[in-house]
């Protein structure tokens, strides 16, 4: 079975703090991904990675930043968290050649 | 338009059956995904279809596809409260998967 593992269930932080998520896979996916899930707007991409120290920007890459150092580890890095990004966050992995996505348990995260 | 749409929201009475609707938009779109996500959990595959299927059943589940009217739909028979969740349509698009807005799907004893 397929496992991505995230860092953090519940995590809550200040206005103006670094945060980083983190997100594990044990399947040696070449492919990772950060989505956000709104209420009533579903999941937005936010970057993925196709490949270690390769990032592509998705639909709503403001205000983040990633890093994949291995290829097991893709971090979503919060500069200077703002409430706007109180959200859950979900990371994914596929592999080459394969579009199904696998998904970790999610990040809700609160910024005040 | 270019958005993957669902209702947000569904109620079915247990033991009846459940229909979910989608409409999306890449009629390329080689793979298309339906997820469930319980309360509090990331997003659990449930089923797929490839694109040159009309129908797939598994168990309780049976999807539909039309590809002339661009249109995707989830059966669940005999819906019991475990299935109280939202569930997630998406296509494949570019290599990515473009989610619709989810539809909250309750189920009432």
């Known amino acids: 079975d397929v496992k991505v593992t995230q860092s953090s269930r519940y995590l809550v932080k200040r206005t103006g703090e670094k945060v980083f998520l983190e997100c594990v896979q044990d399947?040696?996916?070449?492919?990772m991904f950060w989505y956000r899930q709104d209420p009533g707007l579903g999941l937005r991409l936010i970057y993925f990675?196709?490949?270690?120290?390769?990032?592509e920007k998705g639909d709503i890459p403001e205000g983040y930043s990633v890093s994949r150092e291995k290829k097991e580890r893709f971090s979503l890095i919060l500069e200077s968290a703002s409430t706007n990004q109180t959200s859950m966050y979900l990371c994914?992995?596929?592999?080459?050649?394969?579009?199904?996505?696998?998904f970790g348990p999610g990040t809700r995260l609160t910024v005040l | 338009g270019e958005d993957v749409e669902q209702s947000l929201f569904l109620s079915v009475r247990e033991g009846d059956s459940s229909v979910i609707n989608c409409t999306y938009t890449?009629?390329?779109?080689?793979?298309l995904y339906w997820y469930k996500q319980e309360p509090g959990a990331g997003l659990q595959l449930l089923t797929y279809?490839?694109?040159?299927?009309d129908m797939k059943q598994d168990q309780r589940l049976t999807v539909l596809l039309n590809k002339k009217d661009k249109h995707l739909s989830l059966r669940i028979a005999d819906t019991q409260t475990g299935d109280s969740a939202i569930y997630f349509c998406?296509?494949?698009?570019?290599?990515?998967?473009?989610f619709g807005s989810g539809t909250q799907l309750t189920v009432l004893p």
């Open positions: 994914a992995s596929r592999t080459s050649g394969d579009d199904t996505q696998y």
């Open positions: 399947m040696d996916h070449e492919n």
């Open positions: 990675s196709y490949d270690v120290k390769m990032k």
């Open positions: 890449d009629s390329s779109s080689t793979y």
């Open positions: 279809i490839f694109s040159n299927m």
């Open positions: 998406a296509e494949t698009r570019v290599g990515q998967l473009t």
